[in-house]
């Protein structure tokens, strides 16, 4: 069974502060990987997508890669109030017959206190 | 306005009874997904298609049945036979679900909560 894990939190920030959520993988061939933020009560948003080790930016967003450790993280600088939600790492695996589906952590809760 | 929607909201299912979620997307998306998710746990996946007229079973797809006679629908019909139902339920598409990076991303509606009476 691949597998993806995520530390279950809460995880607590003080506002401003950067917040640093981790994912381990268990599929080594794994090709695509994802971040996802889900506010309570309501369903996934994409907010960052990494192929290829090292890091990539966007906004107050940092996704990193590491495949060979398979490990990939998201920093949130500048954490608000608002990044207070449940953060969901979601790794691809074949399924078969040239087809790829998504395999999620259970989420890491993330609380910036203001 | 491009998305994906769902209906109902809110569900509520009386024992014994078969009931079909919603889901329809405007993002001209080949594939779809259907995932279940309980309190404390990831998204299961349910059902795949990755055309219309054909679907793949997830990795929790006994007590579940779907069809794709649309390329912008993909119903989702909880039977009896689903012993235990009530979960929050998120239907999702993407470009295609072959390999090709951004392909792969997974847009989701805004879900169902189903509850058993």
């Known amino acids: 069974q691949k597998e993806v894990e995520q530390n279950s939190g809460p995880l607590s920030v003080p506002e401003g502060a950067i917040a640093s959520l981790n994912c381990t993988y268990s599929d080594r061939v794994s090709q695509s990987f994802f971040w996802y933020r889900q506010y309570s009560g309501k369903s996934p948003e994409l907010i960052m997508s990494i192929y290829s080790n090292g890091d990539k930016e966007d906004g107050r967003f940092t996704a990193q890669l590491n495949k060979a450790s398979q490990y990939v993280s998201l920093l949130i600088r500048d954490s608000q109030p608002s990044d207070s939600a449940t953060y969901l790492c979601?790794?691809?695996?074949?399924?078969?017959?040239?087809?790829?589906?998504?395999?999620f952590g259970k989420g890491t809760k993330l609380s910036v206190i203001p | 306005d491009g998305g994906i929607t769902q209906s109902p909201k809110y569900l509520f299912r009386k024992e014994g009874q078969n009931v079909t979620l919603s889901c329809e997307q405007n993002?001209?998306?080949?594939?779809m997904y259907w995932y279940r998710q309980d309190p404390g746990q990831g998204l299961r996946l349910i059902y795949y298609s990755q055309i219309v007229n054909d679907f793949q079973k997830g990795d929790i797809a006994e007590g579940y049945s779907v069809s794709r006679e649309k390329k912008e629908s993909f119903p989702l019909t909880v039977t009896s036979a689903q012993k235990n139902p009530t979960a929050f339920y998120l239907c999702a598409s993407s470009r295609t679900s072959g390999r090709g990076s951004s392909y792969n991303e997974q847009f989701f509606g805004p879900g169902t909560r189903l509850t058993v009476l």
């Open positions: 979601a790794v691809t695996r074949y399924s078969g017959a040239g087809s790829y589906q998504l395999t």
């Open positions: 993002l001209n998306h080949d594939a």
